[in-house]
C-alpha cells in the first residue's frame, strides 16, 4: 500500500479520529490524506476488522507503529473465530451463552422470551373437524374460491353444534383456507376440485383454525417457532408425540424404549417437503433431514433416504407427504392428501408437445363460459341430512365447444368432463394412501355415485388440429378419460372447420364456445396462428350473437390488434413463462 492508494478513505463516521499528519473534517463522508506522502506506509495500519455497518467509532481507524507478524497472525485467528461463530449462529444454532455484541444480546433476549411463551402441546389426537388448505396456480385463486363455494351450497349442516355449522372459506395469496366437519367432506373436495394443485390437512395452526370466528373449531396445537436445528428437533418431537402419528399412520410402538428404539422398516415412503422464507433455517436439505430423523426416532422406523437399492420398492408402496413450510422462524407442518400433485389427473399418457396442465385448462374452460355443475344429490345419504341446494330447471342453451389447436387433447377432455358432469378426479386413487384416513370403500363409493348422474345431453364437444400425430395423441388420452365417445376429433386447417363456416339460422339455439391454446413459447411460437384464428372470429361475429371465447397467450399485444373485444381474466405461470387467460368482453 503507498501513499498515492491512500489518499480518499471513504466513511460513514460521526467521529473521526484526530492524529498528527493527518488532516480530517468532522461528521463528512471522506477523510483526506494527502499529508501522509512523507510517511513510510508500513508506520500505519487500517484496523478494519473492528468496523460496525453503523458506527465508525476512533476504535475502527487507527495509527499504529509496525505490526509483528505474531500481531497479525493473532488478528487473523480472532477474525476466523469470529467468522466461524457467526455462521454457526446463524446456520446452526442459537448459542445464548456466548452472546457478548449487544445484537446477540438482543436476540438471546428474543430467544428467552420465545421460550418463556412456549408450552408443550396436549395430547390430541388427529380427528375431524379437519383445518384445510387447498393450493393452486397463483392468479387461479377465485375460481377455486368459486368451486369451493358451489359444492358447499349442496351441503348441509347441524348448526345446533359448534362442530357442524358451516365453514367460511378464505382466500389468502395461493390458495383458499377453510374447515370440513368429516373425512366425506374432505373426500369430496378431492373428488370434484379441478383448478387445486394439493389439499393438505394442517397438523399445527394458528388462532385462526383454533377459533370459531369462521365456523368450525379445528382441534390442531399452536404454531411454533424454531431458531435452529436442535429447537426444531424438540417441538417436532412434541407434537407428534401430542398428536399421536403412530396411530393415523399405523405404526406400532409397543418395541419402542427409552434406552434403545428398535429400528424398522415402515410400510409406506415419506416424502418431506420443507419451503422456507426468512427465517434462520434456511437449508432446506438439511431441515428435511432433520424432520426425517425425528419422525423416525419418535415412531422407531427407519427412514433414511432410499438409495439405489430401494428404487425398486419405491412403486410397490404408497407415498406419505408432509410439508414442513418455515416462515418468519415460524413452523408450520402439514399433510397433503395425495402423493401428487391434483392436477395430474391421470388420464394424459401421450403428451405431444407442450402440452397444457389440466387444473389450467379447466379453469380456461370455466372462464370461457363452461361453469361446473355437479350433482350431489346422491351423495345425500353419505352427507347426511337433505342437501340444502335444488336443480333448476331452466332452460339452457345447448353448448358447442371448440378447441381449434386441440394438441394432446386436454382442453377438450376438460371440457367434455365439465359439461357431461364428470368430476375431475375420477381416475385417481383413494387420498392418504398409507394412512388410517384412506377409506378405500368411501372412495369408491363416491365415485360411484358421481359417475352414475354423468351425462352431456345435446352439448357437443368438437377438437381439431392440423397435425395428424397430435389428434392420434387426443384420441389416446380421451379414451383413457372416459370421455372418446363425447368428443369429435377432425384434422384440417381451423380456418376450413365447418364451425366456422355455420351461419346464424343453423345454430340459433346454440352457442359456440371457443377454447384455444395456440402454440407460444420459444419453442411453438406461431404467430400467423394467431392471426388466422382473429380472423376467423371476427367473421363470426357478424354472423352470430352467441359466440364467447377464451384462450391462453404468452404476449397478448397480438390479440388485441386484431380488434377484438378481449379483456384479461386471470394471468399466471405454465411451464416457467407468464401467460394470461383472454376472454370475450360480455355486453350487460
Known amino acids: 500500500m503507498n501513499a498515492m492508494n491512500m489518499r480518499h478513505f471513504v466513511a460513514r463516521s460521526r ?11 468532522r461528521n463528512c463522508r471522506e477523510v483526506n490524506l494527502t499529508e501522509i506522502g512523507k510517511v513510510t506506509p508500513s508506520k500505519f495500519v487500517l484496523c478494519l476488522s473492528q468496523i460496525s455497518r453503523t458506527n465508525f467509532s476512533t476504535k475502527a481507524f487507527s495509527m499504529v507503529g509496525d505490526a509483528s507478524s505474531e500481531t497479525r497472525k493473532k488478528r487473523i485467528q480472532k477474525d476466523e473465530a469470529l467468522r466461524l461463530r457467526s455462521n454457526n449462529l446463524h446456520y446452526n444454532h442459537v448459542d445464548t451463552d456466548n452472546m457478548t455484541d449487544p445484537k446477540s444480546k438482543r436476540t438471546k433476549r428474543a ?36 368451486e369451493i363455494k358451489y359444492l358447499q351450497s349442496w351441503q348441509s349442516y347441524d348448526c345446533t353444534s359448534s362442530d357442524r355449522s358451516p365453514s367460511i372459506p378464505r382466500m389468502i395469496p395461493g390458495g383458499i383456507e377453510l374447515s370440513v366437519p368429516t373425512l366425506t367432506h374432505l373426500y369430496i373436495l ?18 385462526l383454525d383454533r377459533n370459531n370466528d369462521r365456523g368450525l373449531c379445528a382441534r390442531i396445537p399452536s404454531l411454533f417457532r424454531a431458531r435452529g436445528f436442535p429447537e426444531l428437533e ?31 422398516v415402515p410400510p409406506w415412503n415419506l416424502q418431506v417437503h420443507v419451503t422456507t422464507s426468512k427465517s434462520k433455517l434456511i437449508h432446506t436439505k438439511a431441515v428435511e433431514g432433520r424432520v426425517r430423523k425425528t419422525i423416525g426416532e419418535v415412531l422407531g422406523l427407519d427412514l433414511e433416504d432410499s438409495g439405489p437399492s430401494r428404487e425398486s420398492e419405491l412403486g410397490k ?6 410439508l414442513v413450510r418455515i416462515e418468519r422462524d415460524t413452523v408450520q407442518v402439514s399433510l397433503d392428501a395425495t402423493s401428487v400433485p391434483m392436477h395430474m389427473r391421470g388420464y394424459r399418457k401421450n403428451p405431444h408437445k407442450a402440452p397444457l396442465r389440466e387444473d389450467l385448462a379447466f379453469a380456461l374452460c370455466v372462464t370461457g363460459g363452461l ?5 350431489l344429490r346422491p351423495l345425500q345419504s353419505l352427507l347426511g341430512g337433505s342437501l340444502s341446494r335444488t336443480i333448476e330447471n331452466t332452460a339452457k342453451l345447448n353448448v358447442n365447444l371448440f378447441d381449434p389447436c386441440c394438441g394432446s387433447g386436454t382442453i377438450a377432455i376438460e371440457g367434455a368432463a365439465i359439461l357431461a358432469g364428470l368430476p375431475p378426479g375420477r381416475n385417481r386413487p383413494a387420498p392418504f394412501q398409507g394412512t388410517l384416513f384412506c377409506d378405500h370403500g368411501l372412495w ?72 384455444a391454446n395456440p402454440p407460444f413459447g420459444h419453442r411453438l411460437s406461431m404467430a400467423s396462428v394467431y392471426k388466422k384464428l382473429a380472423k376467423s372470429i371476427s367473421a363470426l361475429l357478424l354472423q352470430r350473437k352467441l359466440v364467447r371465447f377464451a384462450m391462453i397467450v404468452s404476449d397478448p399485444r397480438p390479440m388485441r390488434e386484431t380488434g377484438i373485444p378481449l379483456e384479461i381474466s386471470f394471468s399466471t405461470k405454465s411451464g416457467g413463462l407468464s401467460v394470461v387467460a383472454m376472454t370475450m368482453k360480455q355486453d350487460n
Do not use: M
Open 371 to 375: 361453469n361446473p355443475s355437479w350433482n
Open 444 to 515: 369408491k363409493d363416491i365415485r360411484f355415485k358421481a359417475l352414475s348422474v354423468s351425462d352431456l345431453g345435446s352439448n357437443t364437444v368438437t377438437a381439431n388440429d392440423i397435425d395428424a400425430d397430435a389428434i392420434k395423441a387426443a384420441k389416446f388420452n380421451a379414451e383413457e378419460a372416459g370421455v372418446l365417445q363425447f368428443v369429435d376429433f377432425t384434422t384440417g386447417s381451423l380456418q376450413k372447420h365447418d364451425l366456422f363456416a355455420q351461419t346464424q339460422s343453423k345454430s340459433s339455439a346454440s352457442s359456440l364456445t371457443i377454447v
Open 111 to 146: 430467544h428467552e422470551k420465545d421460550q418463556a411463551k412456549y408450552t408443550k402441546p396436549k395430547p390430541q389426537p388427529l380427528r375431524p373437524p379437519f383445518s384445510l388448505f387447498v393450493t393452486c396456480l397463483p392468479g387461479l385463486e377465485p375460481l377455486l374460491l368459486k
Open 15 to 25: 467521529s473521526i479520529f484526530f492524529s498528527r499528519n493527518c488532516r480530517v473534517q
Open 317 to 322: 408402496k404408497p407415498t406419505i407427504r408432509i
Open 190 to 207: 378431492c373428488l370434484y376440485l379441478g383448478t387445486a394443485s394439493h389439499i393438505y390437512i394442517r397438523l399445527n395452526g394458528d388462532d
Open 234 to 264: 424438540r417441538k417436532l418431537k412434541d407434537l407428534i408425540i401430542a398428536q399421536d402419528w403412530s396411530h393415523w399412520l399405523g405404526i406400532s410402538t409397543k418395541l419402542n424404549k427409552k434406552s434403545q428404539v428398535e429400528s424398522r
